[in-house]
């Protein structure tokens, strides 16, 4: 060795005191949003087989976990529905007393305003067909029948007691037919929070056990290729134009490319979604011991975070919140 070496980055990381002083990202809870299920006509929560820890939840089983969550300081929650009946349009997506819809309300009754209660607005948990949209005379996803369903749905969801909208059907025009219809319905306030950028990903596995999914074939006429990454850039601004108030990409860790270019340009906050396949290939990893489980869920967490995402939705939020506690 000739001469002093003249930078040293390792003296930045000789403790873990000063690890943490000069550490460019970190989690924290409010960030964390916990995506829930909520199933019609069981009597006890049942646990999924492909996501350890998660259940479909009773009513009652859903308000204890929530309050679990938003004492853990989680940021939000975001519930799913998993009804007894479906039919061609997905009728108890629209009806009052559907499953989704008695979910929020008692979240809200419970909750108030301590937290941010968030609904999935999609068709697809509630069609027969397992679609996202209502078909046409052909069978096609038809785009413009869909908003409407899309609309009415918005409406019902706000008066039920959402925060937030998630529009995750990757309709055309999905977020102005929202928009127009809460405004009309005179609920300005409710944010609309649009999965802009959704790929038709193998990660959905487990989720389509979790809403008992009734779907054949699959979402490639709407959900984005994945080999596709400028085409996130139009569906971003087209969000945006239509009055999107929060954005997400979806999935999270195969697409953080396209994560870091939708924070670049979004003037709004951009959200992350670490899917069930996600959460599925760090627990199937862990529990045959090939993987550190526990780091390996916080390293996937803050990635997201450093690729621009400001807030994550995670079925790790509750454990990853409380341990971020304890440090
Ligand atoms: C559609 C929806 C899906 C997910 C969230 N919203 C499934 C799909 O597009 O097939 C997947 C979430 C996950 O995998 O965790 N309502």
Redesign the pocket.
Same mark, same amino acid.
């Given at each position: 060795m000739s001469g002093p070496i003249p930078e040293r980055p390792r003296r930045l990381r000789q403790t873990a005191a000063v690890r943490r002083l000069v550490s460019e990202n970190r989690l924290h809870p409010a960030e964390l949003i916990l #995506?829930m299920f909520v199933k019609e006509g069981i009597d006890e929560p049942v646990l999924l087989d492909s996501?350890p820890g998660v259940q479909q939840h009773t009513l009652d089983s859903l308000v204890q976990a929530a309050r679990e969550a938003v004492d853990a300081g989680v940021g939000g929650l975001m519930l799913?529905g998993v009804p007894q009946q479906h039919d061609e349009i997905g009728s108890g997506a629209t009806d009052p007393k559907g499953i989704l819809n008695r979910g929020l309300r008692r979240l809200r009754d419970v909750l108030g305003d301590t937290t941010v209660l968030m609904a999935?607005l !999609? +068709?697809? =948990?509630f069609t027969s067909h397992g679609h !996202?949209g209502v078909l046409d005379q052909q069978g096609r996803v038809d785009n413009d029948a869909t908003l409407q369903r899309y609309a009415e749905m918005a409406v019902v969801q706000a008066e039920s007691g959402a925060h937030v909208v998630?529009l995750?059907?990757?309709m055309d025009g999905q977020v102005a037919a929202c928009r127009a219809a809460l405004d009309e319905a005179d609920h300005q306030d409710t944010v609309i929070l649009a %999965?802009a950028v959704?790929y038709?990903?193998a990660? %959905?596995? #487990?989720?389509?056990e979790?809403?008992e999914?009734t +779907?054949e074939g699959d979402?490639s006429t709407y $959900?984005q290729d994945p080999a596709n990454a400028t085409e996130a850039l139009r569906e971003l601004r087209l969000d945006l134009a239509e009055g999107a108030d929060i954005v997400m990409v979806?999935?999270a860790l195969p697409y953080l490319d396209v994560l870091r270019s939708v924070a670049e340009v979004s003037d709004v906050p951009v959200a992350a %979604? $670490?899917?069930?396949? =996600?959460?599925a290939m760090i627990e199937a990893a862990g529990a045959n011991g090939w993987i550190d489980r526990d780091r390996m869920v916080l390293e996937s967490l803050v990635s997201i975070r450093r690729a621009g995402a400001q807030m994550i +939705?995670t %079925?790790y939020a509750t454990e990853v919140a409380r341990r971020l506690r304890e440090r």
């Open positions: #995506p996501m799913f999935d !999609c +068709l697809d =948990e !996202c998630g995750s059907g990757m %999965y959704k038709a990903s990660a %959905y596995g #487990p989720f389509r979790a809403v999914s +779907l979402r $959900q979806k999935p %979604y $670490q899917v069930s396949g =996600e959460m +939705l %079925y």
